[in-house]
């Protein structure tokens, strides 16, 4: 069976060598550096749960492809039900890991990827579909963890890419001979591409006919030559490379989401791997099919599993106060519930109602109107999330002092009176949940929901799009018994004079 343990996904790890830079400094290892070993972590897991009788229905699909069972971050579904399946692991990976499974958004690219090759293939006879199923059957095969990148600097918003004064703000095509093609240009915001096996390229907008190059979607090896990783640095990052212990941090396993720019100088990509190139008309195609499927998982998986954690969180700040009887606690976490059982309806109705896209090729995709309805909800509900639980959380969120005074013989004594409430929890225990809330409320998590899979008016501008009220309209005509219109008057008539 082709499934990875832990230990042999951390083991395969080692033998890439990804061109990494952090805070100014090359990461000579990935597995060894603090921060970049929070996205090790997070992936690792995965392999766990694929193992763990508990989780392997969730975790893993039989795929027809190789005959065998896989990855469910491998897979590409075939059905409403696949569908219900990748909404239920989306909540159960975030909720567990408290952050990103950095597989996510490789495994949504999967989808686009098949539908549209298939269409291209289908429409204008390339030959890109039976290339990519036999670069997806390699990847399950060898259970790989894939990252996606989209995300580009771009150039001025009101220019087209071929007017822009540098013309690598884009991924951009720069040769091609017979053995591939050369692309240069930078991804930016990706989620742990380098502690992944691959990273799959789409376009990040629709082109037009002047801008062919840039029509392109490919993988490739985080260690390819000309490959190199720049990554975030916040306030967070800084704390976990100066933690002695990471028990004192909010998430002390997986951290905060983890990102980087990912510039591509004049890197190779052979022509197996690479599944669009110049085909401008189906760039939009490409961007649409991922943004259907990643903003359900977005809007209606992901973060419900983290509100799963802010919530139990806020819910344990309220016993150890001992203000389980306090009225307008009570209602922040009932409207905390709501918002959370409001967003996993959203995103299981865009599993529920999602269809075969194209028809006849095979894959199916979440509903295009709920799943950005979905990722448009959350925006608004997450930030509201965050704000009741900074209610209940209290100002102690933000003035916590380490728990290395825990160990202090100075401060030991009181630390331990005065932040136990009086209650028989541990002080260590009430300062790591209010902890934990800080690395929610006040961390990266806010802005990192607001446009991860497009900001809100990514959503607005494609619901006006998609929404047709035809049904609607005549849903009053006929309660109503409206008339019909009269004929219009024949323009051809002649006028009497």
Request: charged share 25%; with cysteine.
């Amino acid at each position: 069976m082709p499934l990875m343990t832990p230990e042999q996904f951390e083991e395969s790890l080692k033998l890439l060598k990804p061109r990494v830079f952090m805070n100014g400094k090359r990461v000579e290892n990935i597995l060894d550096n603090p921060n970049t070993r929070t996205v090790v972590e997070a992936n690792k897991a995965s392999y766990e749960w694929a193992q763990d009788p508990a989780s392997r229905d969730i975790m893993t699909a039989y795929s027809p492809l190789i005959n065998d069972t896989v990855n469910r971050y491998t897979y590409v579904s075939r059905s409403v039900d696949d569908l219900i399946r990748k909404a239920e692991a989306g909540t159960f990976t975030s909720e567990n890991l408290g952050t990103c499974i950095y597989r996510c958004v490789g495994y949504d690219c999967f989808h686009s990827l098949w539908s549209t090759t298939w269409e291209m293939d289908r429409d204008i006879g390339t030959s890109y579909h039976p290339r990519f199923l036999e670069y997806l059957k390699m990847v399950q095969t060898r259970d790989l963890s894939v990252a996606g990148a989209l995300t580009e600097p771009r150039g001025p918003r009101n220019k087209r890419a071929q007017n822009w004064p540098d013309p690598y703000l884009s991924v951009k095509v720069v040769e091609k001979n017979d053995k591939g093609i050369v692309v240069k240009g930078a991804k930016i915001n990706i989620s742990g591409g380098f502690a992944s096996h691959e990273i799959v390229v789409l376009p990040q907008s629709a082109h037009s006919a002047a801008e062919a190059d840039y029509a392109v979607a490919f993988a490739t090896p985080p260690d390819a030559p000309g490959i190199t990783f720049v990554c975030q640095y916040t306030p967070f990052s800084a704390e976990r490379d100066l933690a002695d212990d990471i028990e004192e941090l909010g998430n002390p396993l997986y951290g905060q989401r983890e990102t980087s720019m990912i510039i591509f100088d004049n890197v190779f990509v052979p022509w197996e791997r690479v599944f669009h190139c110049g085909e401008y008309a189906y760039s939009g195609e490409f961007v649409t099919r991922f943004a259907r499927t990643h903003r359900m998982t977005c809007g209606g998986t992901c973060k419900v599993g983290f509100m799963n954690q802010i919530i139990g969180s806020a819910k344990l700040i309220q016993e150890y106060k001992g203000l389980q009887n306090v009225p307008h606690i009570n209602e922040e976490l009932a409207e905390m519930v709501a918002l959370r059982e409001t967003c996993r309806s959203c995103g299981l109705a865009a599993a529920y109602k999602g269809s075969e896209e194209p028809k006849g090729s095979g894959v199916f995709l979440p509903d295009e109107l709920m799943g950005n309805v979905s990722k448009l909800n959350v925006c608004n509900a997450f930030w509201r999330v965050m704000a009741l639980a900074g209610d209940i959380g209290g100002g102690l969120i933000v003035t916590l002092p380490s728990l290395k005074e825990l160990d202090n013989p100075e401060t030991k004594a009181y630390v331990e009176e005065f932040y136990s409430f009086g209650g028989d929890e541990p002080a260590e225990n009430v300062m790591k949940v209010h902890k934990h809330l800080q690395n929610w409320t006040a961390g990266l998590h806010g802005v990192g929901t607001w446009h991860g899979a497009g900001p809100v008016q990514a959503q607005k501008i494609m619901l006006q799009r998609v929404i047709n009220y035809d049904r609607e309209k005549e849903i009053v005509k006929k309660t109503l018994r409206l008339k019909p219109k009269a004929p219009a008057a024949d323009s051809g008539e002649e006028t009497k004079g």
